[in-house]
């Protein structure tokens, strides 16, 4: 049984992560400010494992001490950090909030660990850290680029864990995902609605009748709209398993991309999607949007090499287990 403090443990994928560490007999602790979640999930897990989780709704930025303080008789073996606001176009027209809610937030976990003891984090990063200058399938070697002011905080996130762990303070491991989607089993936590994600919007319009728009059918790939690696959040939720056995054994920093290694192209997704729904969107097609690459999957070798995990869904799965949680 590991002790587990989960930041950002309201949202979709640290929510997904709590749930499952807790159906795997972990102790957990969550926080999260609720900016972008709702309690009602928490809830739910609370009543379920009445022992094992508790939550403490918190801001990272402001209120670091209340968690010291609320958790001083807790010993945690480890951290997992979901904590952060995940739009890139907010993120443009508002680099203040990005940098302050997400990068001062891990300076300050970064204190907590050192106030608490706590020397092994997970974080949550992005394939957002590669920029636009990418040749697939991409290594983790590949060097950052910012595109975006989200990816920035990303990067510098990133940057700040790994020199904090060559000090010797820290061991760190960033988890850099592809494209997450679909729900787990127990089907509690699903990416928001009106999120920036692509499923999301998938489900919109089939539910509101909204039409689809493809930004782009004009690049270099095999049907002309942009291809991406789409990962099922329980692949995603499986990785930071292996991720924390990896992390209890390791010293200093490793990145490592969490992806299936495998393209789709914006057609095949909704094609999966209309095939898996028997409906047909309402796609229109629209200019290609800046920052948008034409290809962009990972490799996933090292994942398969050091944490030994391989992603088992594909996007049809993921499509099923969507729709199935909508109906
Ligand atoms: N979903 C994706 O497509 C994707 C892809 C790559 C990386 N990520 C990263 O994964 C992490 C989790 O993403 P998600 O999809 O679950 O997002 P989410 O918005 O569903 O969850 C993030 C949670 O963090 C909380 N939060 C934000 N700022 C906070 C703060 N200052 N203090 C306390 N809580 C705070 C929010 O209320 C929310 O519950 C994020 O760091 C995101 O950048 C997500």
Not at 47 to 58: D, L, M, Q, V, W
Not at 165 to 175: F, H, T
Not at 180 to 191: A, Q, R, S, T, W
Request: with cysteine; hydrophobic share 35%; net charge positive.
């Amino acid at each position: 049984m590991n002790k587990v403090l989960v930041l950002g443990s309201a949202g979709y994928i640290g929510g997904s992560v709590c749930s499952r560490l807790l159906e795997g007999g972990n102790k957990v602790t969550g926080i999260d400010s609720l900016v972008n979640s709702k309690i009602d999930n928490t809830l739910y897990l609370e009543k379920k494992y009445p022992n094992n989780f508790r939550f403490i709704k918190a801001d990272l930025v402001r209120e670091i001490e209340k968690i010291i303080l609320e958790t001083k008789n807790e010993k945690f073996d480890v951290i997992i950090h979901f904590a952060a606001l995940k739009s890139v176009e907010e993120s443009q027209s508002n680099p203040e909030l990005y940098w302050k809610n997400n990068v001062i937030s891990t300076l300050n976990v970064l204190d907590l660990m050192s106030k608490k003891g706590i020397r092994k984090i997970i974080y949550s990063s992005s394939a957002t850290v590669y920029g636009e200058r990418v040749k697939s399938p991409i290594l983790e070697t590949q060097k950052f680029d910012s595109i975006s002011c989200y990816g920035s905080t990303k990067i510098a996130n990133e940057l700040l864990l790994n020199d904090y762990a060559n000090s010797g303070k820290i061991d760190a491991l960033s988890l850099r995902y592809f494209n997450p989607g679909g729900v787990l089993e127990n089907k509690i936590f699903k990416d928001y609605i009106d999120g920036p994600n692509i499923f999301p919007k998938l489900i919109k319009s089939s539910i509101a009748s909204q039409s689809f728009k493809i930004f782009g059918t004009d690049y270099p790939t095999r049907d002309g709209t942009p291809e991406r690696d789409y990962i099922h959040i329980k692949d995603l939720v499986s990785g930071h398993i292996s991720g924390m056995n990896f992390i209890s054994q390791f010293k200093g920093y490793e990145s490592v991309n969490l992806g299936t290694g495998r393209s789709t192209s914006i057609h095949e997704l909704i094609k999966a999607f209309e095939n898996g729904n028997n409906i047909k969107l309402d796609v229109r097609h629209a200019q290609r949007r800046s920052g948008d690459i034409a290809v962009c999957y990972a490799n996933v070798d090292k994942a398969k090499n050091i944490l030994g995990w391989t992603a088992k869904c594909d996007v049809n799965d993921i499509c099923r287990d969507l729709i199935d949680f909508y109906k």
